[in-house]
């Protein structure tokens, strides 16, 4: 039922929408980028977030041309806005088609949003895929200047090791240890941990699910270099991005 729903939402693009949420420098609070997710006003249902339809997209195939069209919205959306990033979430799913690297391309062409300013944002088990040609894939992905970005580490396979082994642009701290840091002194050590290695690897470290000052204080103190959460701004419908970035840039 979802499924036959979501198929004809993508078909005729209706339903379907891209927010935005942004990112910061840990500095001051400077803007450093924008997150796009996926939202579906489903004609019964309201209006789902992705943990109720990204499964079932996955499971169909339909993640292919729904991410397809988010990348296409969020890149036109961007493109007119200078300088920040744009971080799209891409699925296992997604990496394991043939035509990734040239729809990526293509929609980046398309749109002129320059390729250094996309950061693509995979888990550890899409970037462990033992297929060879997923790894080629993001490969060929990153010698165009697009970033990879490991998003909800520390969540599944959470290996240390995976930073050093891999390449990755930015590392993204899930929220769990977030969430936890100022009462917990395990999540504490894994965000040190984290934060350690990427600074010897030379990469940035996001921290996303900062809903506190305490947090946000911690969190600079350990040296994330970019900060996420609804403390800082929720993820924001087009228009009010469109509204919050006339007002920072
Ligand atoms: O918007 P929300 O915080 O509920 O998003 C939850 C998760 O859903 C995100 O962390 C991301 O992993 C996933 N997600 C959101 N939008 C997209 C999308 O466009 N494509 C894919 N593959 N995943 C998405
Ligand atoms: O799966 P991914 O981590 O890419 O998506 C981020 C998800 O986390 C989005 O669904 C977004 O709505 C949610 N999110 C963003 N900021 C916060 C926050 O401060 N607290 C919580 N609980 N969720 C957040
Ligand atoms: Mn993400
Ligand atoms: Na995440």
């Avoid at 088609?97 to 888990?123: C, F, K, M």
């Avoid at 934060?195 to 506190?212: F, Q, S, Y």
């Amino acid at each position: 039922r979802l499924e036959a729903d979501l198929r004809e939402c993508i078909a005729t693009a209706s339903g379907l929408e891209v927010y935005y949420q942004p990112l910061f420098a840990t500095a001051g609070e400077t803007l450093a980028g924008m997150e796009a997710l996926a939202r579906w006003h489903h004609p019964e249902f309201g209006l789902l977030q992705p943990a109720d339809f990204i499964p079932v997209a996955e499971e169909s195939g339909l993640i292919v041309p729904l991410g397809k069209w988010v990348l296409e919205q969020a890149c036109t959306m961007m493109a007119r806005w200078p300088d920040i990033s744009l971080a799209v979430n891409f699925s296992p799913v997604q990496l394991r088609e043939e035509a990734l690297v040239h729809d990526v391309l293509e929609i980046l062409v398309r749109s002129g949003l320059a390729p250094e300013r996309l950061q693509l944002e995979v888990t550890e088990g899409a970037i462990l895929d033992t297929d060879k040609a997923v790894r080629d894939r993001l490969t060929a992905l990153r010698a165009t200047g697009i970033k990879i970005v490991l998003d909800d580490f520390g969540t599944g396979y959470s290996s240390l090791t995976h930073l050093q082994k891999f390449d990755v642009d930015k590392v993204k701290i899930d929220k769990s240890f977030v969430h936890d840091i100022s009462s917990d002194s395990e999540s504490v050590a894994i965000v040190h941990a984290v934060t350690g290695l990427a600074r010897v690897i030379g990469i940035p470290v996001t921290a996303e699910g900062v809903e506190t000052a305490e947090q946000r204080n911690m969190l600079r103190a350990i040296g994330c270099t970019e900060l996420q959460g609804f403390l800082f701004s929720r993820p924001l419908s087009p228009d009010d991005a469109a509204r919050f970035l006339s007002g920072t840039t």
